[in-house]
Nanobody
């Protein structure tokens, strides 16, 4: 089992920044690629960004290109999501997820991920 705990959410004005953290425990962190997803009220959960096992490759949704950056610190078993130039439409619960297998589904496919955190709320006011 892998336990994932997100933190860093909160209320911020449009144009501001937040950094989310997701601390992992229970298994070897480098055995898992990591992803961030989000779910806005009344909408389905959607892919935001992902990072490979070593951190050498990242993947992102077009909606956050140039504004969000995913990174990981394998020594701390933590993945981060730096969010800049936030917009009201970024308001959502943000979830981190861990993916073990490299084969099959795309990075944006939620079914590719084996473990999920409980989420952290991000609210962007206009």
């Amino acid at each position: 089992q892998v336990q994932l705990v997100e933190s860093g959410g909160g209320l911020v004005q449009a144009g501001g920044s937040l950094r989310l953290s997701c601390a992992a425990s229970g298994r070897t962190f480098t055995d898992y690629a990591m992803g961030w997803f989000r779910q806005a009220p009344g909408k389905e959960r959607e892919f935001v960004q992902a990072i490979s096992w070593s951190g050498g490759n990242t993947y992102y949704a077009d909606s956050v290109k140039g504004r969000f950056t995913i990174s990981r610190d394998n020594a701390k078993s933590t993945v981060y999501l730096q969010m800049n130039s936030l917009k009201p439409e970024d308001t959502a619960v943000y979830y981190c997820a861990a993916r073990w297998s490299a084969s099959g589904r795309s990075w944006s496919d939620q079914r590719a991920y084996d473990y999920w955190g409980q989420g952290t709320q991000v609210t962007v006011s206009s």
